[in-house]
């Protein structure tokens, strides 16, 4: 468990590290307040379905099993993330246009 926590704590704290860096750098400044509204928004907006989600579910699938597969999905969708993003490519071409 402390290794499933380990691994998604760091995936997720360095997409939020490379998403608060990208903001700054690709978003016009008058439009900041805006697209990060719409980010909060967005991520608070589909918290109250994925509980849902999780509790119909926990109907059909042992509760250990859910458990599971949300620690061990998420560093998954993370690197897929920064890999489908190529948000690494974006950070290299903003430097170089610096």
């Known amino acids: 468990?402390?290794?499933?926590?380990?691994?998604?704590?760091?995936?997720?704290?360095?997409?939020?590290?490379?998403?608060?860096?990208l903001l700054p750098r690709l978003i016009p400044m008058e439009m900041i307040g805006r697209v990060a509204s719409l980010d909060f928004f967005v991520s608070i907006a589909f918290m109250p379905v994925s509980i849902a989600i999780a509790g119909l579910l926990a109907l059909i699938v042992p509760v250990e099993t859910i458990s599971i597969v949300a620690g061990?999905?998420?560093?998954?969708?993370?690197?897929?993330?920064?890999?489908?993003?190529?948000?690494?490519?974006?950070?290299?071409?903003?430097r170089l246009c610096t």
């Open 1 to 21: 468990m402390l290794a499933s926590l380990f691994v998604g704590g760091a995936s997720t704290g360095a997409g939020a590290v490379i998403w608060g860096t």
């Open 72 to 94: 061990i999905i998420p560093p998954f969708l993370a690197l897929a993330a920064l890999v489908a993003g190529r948000m690494r490519h974006t950070e290299i071409l903003q």
